[in-house]
């Protein structure tokens, strides 16, 4: 499978993007989904999970509240809406896939997945 991730563009503090993931090549309501942001000079982080079904969902504390995390296992898309954005929210944004998860888990480690798009900027001016 492979994922392409799409959405990301220069906002000011305070506004919105929504970053989408389209999956091609399997299906991908079996995947365990998440989003990953790395900033220059600093490791990936974690910012947001989902399982396969989309009823359980994490986030990283620094996100909370601002982001939502959601996907359509209909049309192979993973979304993240991302309000309130913050000049340290400016990364390059990933999506990411776990195949052999467990059916209702989601996952908040970089090692848990192993597919990866190929990443999206978001810079946020102040």
């Known amino acids: 499978v492979q994922l392409q991730a799409s959405g990301g563009g220069l906002v000011q503090a305070g506004g919105s993007l929504r970053l989408s993931c389209v999956a091609s090549?399997?299906?991908?309501?079996?995947?365990?989904m998440g989003w990953f942001r790395q900033a220059p000079g600093k490791e990936r982080e974690f910012v947001a999970a989902?399982?396969?079904?989309?009823?359980?969902?994490s986030y990283a504390d620094s996100v909370k509240g601002r982001f939502t995390i959601s996907r359509d296992n209909a049309n192979n898309a993973l979304f993240l809406q991302m309000n309130s954005l913050r000049p340290e929210d400016t990364a390059v944004y990933y999506c990411?896939?776990?195949?052999?998860?467990?059916?209702?888990?989601?996952?908040?480690?970089?090692?848990?997945?192993?597919?990866w798009g190929q990443g999206t900027q978001v810079t946020v001016s102040s």
């Open positions: 090549g399997r299906t991908f309501s079996g995947l365990s």
């Open positions: 989902i399982s396969w079904r989309g009823t359980r969902l």
């Open positions: 990411a896939g776990r195949t052999n998860g467990i059916s209702g888990a989601y996952y908040t480690t970089v090692g848990a997945y192993d597919i």
